[in-house]
């Protein structure tokens, strides 16, 4: 069956009425797709101001999360601290980089009946501490204070009932599964692990009928479980497959890998009236590469992310309290707050 069907009529009056129907040309000025890429919002809600939103998913999604906070929105998810941290930087430690290891939170959080206990989740090490194979903390803890976090990190994806909006994105499609216990990882799996029980774990490219069938569960849960005016935005992170495990070259892995994820996000999407597709992976992906990347050349240059997220505060906000919040967020290389549609001329980025 079609994703969509149209009549004859409804889509030549779609070509002509809608303003993003055609490809940008460079004769255009300003332009949708340099150097800064700009694909047109069709919000089918608003965002209220200063509400609460949860964020699920990769680095990216902490970047967003950093910037929803700097726009005045309230992130529960995000005021979550493990002792161990103390005064370390929490960057990545609630990372999730597949719907698979996404449902495994919310599934832990609403319907424990379906898991397995945690504690049977935990990968030993020689010196008698753990690791959790849901989180990419990289500080070895006793099982007790494993167990004891894990109920914490549950409490914290309960808060995502009372947020009327929820963001995912979606990261990678290369998981270990842990055949002991049923689920995938949310790590890649260490040597030390792999050759304590070489029998327990595989290494899975995952296909599109079992990253769909996820994240379908996945909206499946929050409607049934969380805030009755749900919203949802779905994303794709734009950030690489960094190093694939198969023979292939990363390159390659990471185009599949984001070229399924986007064809999931499209399908749920049309499926669920309450998510909308947020296309933040093409508006890093279509930009100018000196402007949208750090160095590494694998993480999103900060102040690009800036422009992702003030563009979609407006969009779903539409209130000038937010534009005014964004233009003083912006990076003074950029000549205009509402989508950044040209750039000044500025030197390149330190690195460039």
Not at 5 to 29: D, F, I, Y
Not at 263 to 291: C, G, K, N
Not at 317 to 340: E, F, M, Q
Request: with cysteine; glycine share 4%.
């Amino acid at each position: 069956m079609p994703l969509e069907s149209l009549t004859a009529m409804a889509a030549w009056s779609n070509l002509r009425k809608n303003p993003g129907s055609r490809w940008p040309a460079r004769s255009e000025v300003p332009t949708r797709l340099e150097p800064i890429c700009q694909p047109n919002l069709q919000p089918s809600f608003k965002l209220q101001p200063a509400e609460k939103v949860f964020t699920v998913g990769s680095c990216f999604a902490r970047n967003v999360e950093k910037h929803l906070a700097r726009l005045g929105y309230n992130l529960p998810g995000r005021e979550y601290v493990p002792k161990e941290l103390n005064n370390l930087p929490l960057d990545g430690f609630m990372n999730k980089f597949t719907p698979q290891s996404m449902l495994n939170e919310f599934l832990w959080a609403f319907e424990p009946d379906e898991m397995p206990d945690s504690s049977e989740t935990f990968l030993p090490q020689a010196d008698g501490t753990v690791i959790d194979g849901q989180l990419m903390s990289k500080i070895n803890v006793s099982p007790e204070r494993a167990y004891e976090r894990r109920q914490e990190i549950t409490d914290t994806f309960r808060l995502s009932q009372d947020c009327r909006v929820v963001v995912f994105t979606l990261g990678l499609v290369e998981a270990w599964f842990d055949k002991k216990t049923g689920i995938y990882l949310n790590r890649a799996l260490s040597q030390y692990n792999a050759s304590l029980e070489p029998d327990r774990f595989e290494l899975h490219v995952l296909s599109f009928e079992e990253l769909y069938t996820a994240t379908k569960r996945l909206m499946s849960i929050l409607a049934k479980h969380g805030h009755p005016d749900l919203r949802i935005l779905l994303t794709v992170s734009p950030v690489p497959l960094l190093a694939t495990f198969t023979q292939k070259d990363v390159l390659s892995a990471n185009t599949y890998s984001k070229s399924v994820l986007r064809t999931v996000a499209e399908h749920i999407s049309y499926e669920f009236d309450q998510v909308d597709y947020f296309p933040s992976y093409e508006s890093v992906t279509l930009s100018d590469r000196t402007l949208a990347w750090r160095d590494d050349l694998g993480h999103v240059r900060d102040d690009l992310v800036s422009v992702i997220v003030s563009n979609m505060a407006e969009a779903y906000a539409r209130t000038k309290v937010t534009a005014d919040v964004a233009r003083k967020i912006l990076p003074k290389n950029y000549t205009s707050v509402d989508g950044i549609k040209q750039l000044a001329a500025a030197p390149k980025p330190d690195g460039a």
